[in-house]
């Protein structure tokens, strides 16, 4: 689990760079809408903090805040409140004051990709409705932030990651570690 936050931590800190260069932020919200369920990460960082001057310093919540099914059965049904529990959880831990500035991605994998490009499509719409009501999400959500990631790039973040986590574990904890890939669309 840990070295899956890790992952989720690279792959944040790579999309926030990407998406918001000049923004900083503490809080950084990220929904694993995986095939069986949807998975709550949240991540703190100081833009100020570095490991040894080259990586930002992020503290990820050891969460267990999951939904099911996965987001990729929603296909010829209404968008239910699926991600109110993990919405709520969210709001639990940010501070008030936090909210409107604290991103939210959400990220789907093999359930999504599994499906056609049409019906996947109209998920994303029933998805950026429901995270773009601020009487149900307050957190800073841009429909561009919530996407299908290929299993490439899930390899590459997973690559990415084990290499940060080496970096980071040098410094901090002194172990290696280590992440074999298999499974996936």
Request: glycine share 4%; with cysteine.
């Amino acid at each position: 689990i840990k070295l899956t936050k890790m992952l989720l931590s690279f792959l944040l800190i790579t999309l926030f760079c990407l998406f918001f260069p000049i923004y900083l932020t503490e809080w950084i919200i990220v929904i694993d809408a995986g095939s069986s369920g949807s998975v709550l990460n949240i991540f703190e960082h100081s833009p100020d903090e570095y490991i040894a001057s080259k990586f930002p310093l992020i503290n990820a919540f050891d969460l267990s805040d999951r939904v099911t099914p996965g987001v990729a059965t929603f296909v010829n049904q209404e968008f239910p409140n699926y991600f109110n529990p993990l919405i709520s959880k969210a709001k639990e831990i940010i501070p008030q004051e936090q909210h409107k500035t604290t991103p939210i991605l959400v990220l789907a994998t093999a359930g999504m990709r599994s499906l056609s490009y049409q019906v996947a499509d109209q998920i994303w719409k029933k998805t950026s409705i429901y995270l773009q009501n601020k009487t149900i999400c307050p957190f800073l959500f841009d429909p561009n932030l919530a996407f299908t990631i290929s299993g490439e790039e899930e390899a590459a973040f997973a690559f990415l990651t084990v290499n940060y986590a080496n970096y980071y574990s040098k410094y901090i904890s002194k172990k290696e570690n280590k992440q074999i890939e298999y499974n996936g669309n």
